[in-house]
């Protein structure tokens, strides 16, 4: 039993926690590189934890008042080039498409068919999307437009890493328009909103929302709020964004229309996304040194069912108590739907099975064998607590407690990361003490320091692009929350007088 | 009242088919074209149709064994040409990305950053989806593999037509790897009856399954199975495929494994797909002179309720009892869903308001005013009936009635396609008789022909492309039904002996 003493991931998080999570994705079979450059395969166990989160979100986006679209995936060079800073944003990572077929020469089939006008695949989708909001709006009784599109965008990304960063990956983004810049405000502010609570209740992770300073705004808008996550080792990742983008994107499509006074005005605009990137989060917010956790609202398999087949006779009487109980589990329910339960039938030794459904991060395995029939009980394991704490209860107990013990462990995760945020944060007076917070603490990892810092920042765009090449923190938001924001002080980098605190990290 | 009197699409079906259709996908609002050649916008009420009918076969794939999972956007030339019929059939029509920035030169965004092997965007994902798979099947115990990804392709078409065919389209490609011949060969024709049970039973579209000739079949399939509709101009459409690949692509990626026997062999794979031309065949199987018509089972919404205000004092109570009505629906449910109701709360008049209901198909409308408050009745209309259809009953009895009604209009559009397909469907037993029956019968509407010909055929594949040349006719397939195919007998055309009759006919 040497295997159940040691962990199943190797290095652990706080020996070298970049190549820990390379080794989690992989031993969780979320994804994997493929052949193409930056681009990853999301796998069953992967996708189906995205097909949870689209379903759920998008739920959340209809109850707002949104309807999903789709819009096509070329955009036409002269499209982007529309707005200055937009394409000025995205040109040096575009994947351009030139040509629209092949040819033998040589032996070699060869691009062909040479297009007038070269189209970029879509990195977002606010140029060829307001090209129709600028066709369907004519009054302002066309007002507000709340489209949603879920797709797939390309980013040139020259170092990608599995969900986090990759060159393709899969989003959703909301584009509206509305009558006045108020509403339009109101709509950026209510989704980041939506992000803020989608995070913190489905996927267990607690966020702080906030707006990015000018410098680190999405290209093209007037006010980019954020929610922020912290990470185990400390690290920031922007989860989510939603943009305020005043008229520029409706004056560069022209989406203007009739207005109430009878004169023509354009309209007011925002978008917001979130991506397969919130898997990575994930991954790094609640994984262990076995593994992944999955918060259960979330997980593709919420309790998986692992028959103990010690010999051949007594193969049909387990199966058949393991169907039982699958059945008698996916009548209770969690969340509004009913529990998502799979029993493991495959050929393989029981150790096996159950550490690979460890590493996969399942919230609850039971186990039932011959001896736990004869008992009427089965042996039941949450993936939140640790590896060797079975209980052995009563079949039916099980089931009756099953929604309460999913609700637990999603309490448990959120708890749990919170409590780590709030460790890792501190509030600083000073330069020194900046630059201490955020020197890596062990030498053994050098990627590990302080954390998330809130201090007091004064400085100018200039400054904080200074601060961020010299010390490679960034500023990640200026809190939504008054608490965090504090009074008007002194800046701590540049000692200049400062409206209020900001959040410092490292990011991802 | 004059636009009662006429219908709400010009021209009719019987006066331009093809026009027809144009209007009414502009009508229902259902797509558009984009400024991107051959690429469409689907519009919320046409995405919303998708919504259910991806939700729909999603069920369908997962019943069926099948996991999702995401494979790269962008295949590597060098992969395409692994399989030699498979590039050569989609050369033709692929876009080329061949640069992976823009760059500004003389005020211009050009392409820059060449890359040294370009990539095409998927038109089909046969070669990606086989080098992942090569990686995941080491032994017989990994198979067999049964994989679904729901994406984007693009096939740059010439002559684009919305939904039915164009450049960029939304669909769902299944790819597995099995041990034997006889288990592919098992997987594709259930496939195959998953698609003709979902057209049949979900869109209410009867379709005749069977395979394709040699000359119709995918680039580098062994077989190719098909369900083919008839749609109301007589021609068929394709509307799903399943292909027995044997080891052509498993060969040409190196799918191998570990057989039983210890030896080194290669997989049996298929594959098999729908997409969003679904949304033209229905549209073309089921729409009337007023416009679409949409089986209950997937319409976004089945149920409007059109509030009727005569005079402000009465807005408040109308729309009380609305979302009253709206509420006991929704308690409701039909095919195992709760009812999808909608309420029409907009500011329009009520003749406009319900015309456009009535072209977008939507499958029961209500219309509740001030008069029918003071008697408890409402006003219901089924879309499958004339327009003037109403009936006047008590609110309660609506409720009570309203899954059975959706029953009803989904078992009356099935009835009324099949019994269209079998008014237009004919057994030839001559070259004569076939070129009779496939010449425009009306100078008015030159491409509405006899419809599906049912005739032996023993000719080659030269002699199959040369009718197709020559007549435009083209056969759909070998029907699976025994009693369609009927015993050997004499080729219609060349007069050599056949094996069995084949559905022929002209064709989207």
Chains 1, 2 share one sequence.
Not at 115 to 130: A, D, F, H, K, N
Not at 193 to 215: C, Q
Not at 235 to 262: V, W, Y
Not at 436 to 445: K, V
Request: hydrophobic share 40%; proline share 5%; net charge negative.
């Amino acid at each position: 039993m040497a295997k159940q003493q040691q962990n199943a991931i190797s290095p652990a998080r706080d020996k070298n926690f970049p190549e820990w999570y390379q080794q989690v994705v992989r031993a969780s079979d979320m994804a994997e590189n493929s052949e193409v450059r930056g681009c990853m395969v999301i796998k069953p166990w992967g996708y189906g934890l995205w097909e949870q989160i689209q379903a759920q979100l998008d739920v959340m986006f209809k109850e707002t008042g949104h309807k999903n679209a789709y819009f096509p995936l070329l955009i036409p060079v002269s499209y982007l080039e529309k707005e200055a800073t937009h394409v000025e944003g995205f040109a040096t990572e575009c994947a351009v498409v030139t040509h629209h077929r092949l040819e033998l020469q040589d032996g070699k089939m060869v691009p062909a068919g040479k297009l007038s006008e070269p189209y970029v695949i879509r990195p977002t989708s606010e140029t060829i999307i307001g090209a129709a909001f600028a066709r369907w709006v004519q009054s302002y009784r066309d007002l507000p437009l709340l489209i949603n599109q879920w797709a797939n965008v390309m980013r040139w990304e020259m170092r990608p890493r599995l969900f986090l960063r990759t060159a393709e990956f899969l989003w959703q983004e909301g584009h509206t328009a509305h009558e006045t810049p108020e509403q339009a405000m109101e709509e950026t502010c209510k989704m980041h909103g939506v992000y803020e609570e989608f995070l913190r209740e489905h996927l267990a992770i607690p966020v702080i929302p906030g707006e990015k300073t000018e410098g680190e705004r999405f290209p093209g808008a007037l006010n980019t709020f954020t929610v922020e996550a912290m990470v185990q080792d400390r690290k920031a990742i922007q989860a989510g964004t939603s943009h305020f983008l005043g008229q520029n994107f409706s004056k560069a499509a022209g989406i203007d229309f009739e207005g109430r006074e009878g004169k023509r005005e354009f309209a007011w605009t925002t978008s917001w996304g979130v991506s397969t990137r919130l898997i990575g989060t994930l991954i790094m917010a609640h994984g262990d040194d076995d593994g992944l956790i999955i918060p259960p609202r979330v997980a593709p398999t919420q309790v998986v069912i692992l028959p103990i087949i010690p010999k051949e006779e007594v193969r049909e009487e387990v199966l058949a108590a393991c169907h039982q109980l699958e059945e008698k589990l996916r009548a209770e329910s969690a969340w509004n739907a009913p529990l998502r339960v799979e029993v493991d039938e495959r050929d393989l030794g029981g150790g096996v099975k159950n550490w690979e459904w460890i590493k996969k991060g399942v919230p609850v395995r039971i186990e039932i064998g011959p001896r736990d029939l004869e008992k009427g009980s089965v042996a039941v394991t949450r993936r939140d607590g640790g590896h060797r704490d079975k209980s052995f209860i009563a079949s039916d107990e099980a089931v009756a407690q099953m929604a309460e013990t999913l609700l637990s462990i999603q309490s448990n995760l959120l708890e749990r990361a919170l409590a780590f945020r709030e460790e890792h944060t501190k509030e600083l007076q000073s330069a020194e003490e900046f630059y201490a917070f955020f020197t890596p603490q062990n030498s053994g990892q050098p990627e590990i320091h302080g954390g998330f810092a809130l201090g007091h920042w004064g400085g100018t765009a200039e400054e904080e692009e200074a601060l961020q090449k010299e010390s490679k923190v960034t500023i990640r938001c200026i809190p939504s929350d008054p608490e965090l924001r504090g009074e008007s002080g002194v800046c701590v980098i540049t000692g200049k007088p400062a409206e209020g605190r900001v959040v410092f990290a490292k990011a991802y």
